[in-house]
């Protein structure tokens, strides 16, 4: 018994990895045969990197509990981190390198700036990053280094679909592994009742910092991909702005829904790319829709569920799987 | 020796322009203050869409002193007038529905409404900054108070700031509704019981915050001259700090708070270096937080299990 159900545990995650190797290599031959062209290949890169955020973004406000605002001033380190190193260091191990350096700069950043403000709850955390993100946006734009509010332009690319691919893959295993582990099921105690949490023996300070941080990690990853693809960064491209639009996936998703994020990431990537034609309308109806789905469906696409393989051969032996909902 | 003493007096003048400028920034930030604080203290909502409808209040005075010719005074009753249906219309169909959602859920409506009011706005006025006409009459004269000529327009701002400040305490604390807002704010479901209407005190309260956001609005437009459809969304976030610097809930937190961070905000950009003001300010919001998270005149609560 115990053996089937192993063996069953293996059948499911060789589907699962067949299924990514599958999704890269599709999407390989598509962009090979330039049926992804380059401008739907900006659209690709696009839902990679808000695939990033939005999951880490995920870990931290959907699993952990902890309000952010603040995603765009982590984007931002990685970004910057990384193309001051990449112009200096033009090569791909300089390129790995500051893309290694953003990533455990926005980090460290994260820590520094969650042990203090992760006392706070809710709406007050929520501020505090917000502010904190204000604060690295204003010293990016006022130091010499990144050049003020031009921006740094000429940033060496090295972002191609493997790289972004590796990226996002790894980002979301990394994510749903350390969910699944105890450290995990830690977090999502806090979300569930901090206070019951930290009366079973969990340190909630601990545990709220180090989901702060991996986000943190994650976002300067996106942000360092980001930088290097589309070769130019400003301050007001990490603005308070960004770390709205990251959140919005989150929610739309669904909090706790790592699927959820995704399809958001997706969705919302799609959405965009298609009212680019309306240029001046855009983001009225963006905004027209986000209130809509909230108003409708406030727990998101998803709700705190995860799209699984069990769930998809459930929908084609059921036809509808709106008849499991209560 | 009074070449010295000569210099000291232009510094203490200086000091004291700044002081002003300080305090009629600081009236702004406070009237919009007051709208976020009202509606987080009744239904604990971050409002994002409060700075968007301070920007309209620009908008519909600059519209009624170019297009139609008011004078300031209509301009303002009309521009808040507007932004009290604007405020009520948003609660009624973008947060009512929400009442029992997520709060999560409810900010990002805001979000949506705030995202919709300004890109609705420069789809109609195009994004170019648009200027309020030059003013005319008593507006437009300064007043000489000793060495120190102050601009008859900063003792305006003033004036109606604290007469509408006046207004709402009274309102707040002496009408039979402003009785029924802080009921619900203490609790909701006890004062349902106690034949509260929740839904039609909850409307008030917008209506109550929008009014003194539009009121703010054309302040600025008269006092900075110059209006564009995003114009909302710093001082709004600026605003929003002031009324958790005082202690989000609390009615008078949100003036004080307007006016020190209206204050320290001229101070920094007058003698440290301008373009680190906003920084200095989001982090003064961080220390309170974290030094006293309730706020100037908050209290701490003790949470409960």
Redesign the interface.
Known sequence: MKKLAETMRNTKSWTKLLLLVLTYVIIQLLILFGIIQDFQQITLTTICINIILAVSLNLI?GFTGQ?SLGHAGFMSIGAYTCALITMRMPTIPGFILGLVAGAVAAAVVGILVGL??L??R???L???T???S??IR??F??LNITNGAAGLSGIPQFVNWPWLFVFTAGTILLIVNFLKSSHGRACISIREDE?AAEAMGINTTKYKVTAFAIGAFCAGIAGALYASYFFFIKPTTFN?QKS?DV??MV??GG?GSVSGSVLAAILLALISTFLQSFS?????I???I??II??FR??GLMGSKELSLSMLSKLGSKFSFRKGRV | MSLLGLKEGKLLEQFLHQIINGISLGSIYALVALGYTMVYGIIKLINFAHCDVYMIGAYVGYFCMTFLGFGFVPSLLAAMAVCTVLGVTIEKIAYKPLRNATRIAVLITAIGVSLFLEYGTMFFVKAQVRSYPPLTGLLAKTLQLGNISVPMLQVLILAITIILMLLLQFVVNKTKIGKAMRAVSMDQDAAELMGINVDTTISFTFALGSALAGAAGILVGVCYNSINPLMGVLPGLKSFVAAVFGGIGIIPGAMIGGYIIGIVEVLISGYINSMYRDAFVFAILILILILKPAGLLGKNTREKV
């Not at chain 1, 001046?280 to 009225?284: D, F, N």
């Open positions: 406000t309000f203090p403000t006392r706070l809710g709406d007050y929520a501020i505090a917000l502010g904190m204000e604060i204003i010293v734009l006022n206070i308070f709205v959140l919005v929610v739309l909090m001046e309308l855009r983001m009225v963006y905004s027209l986000l209130i909230m108003i406030p727990q």
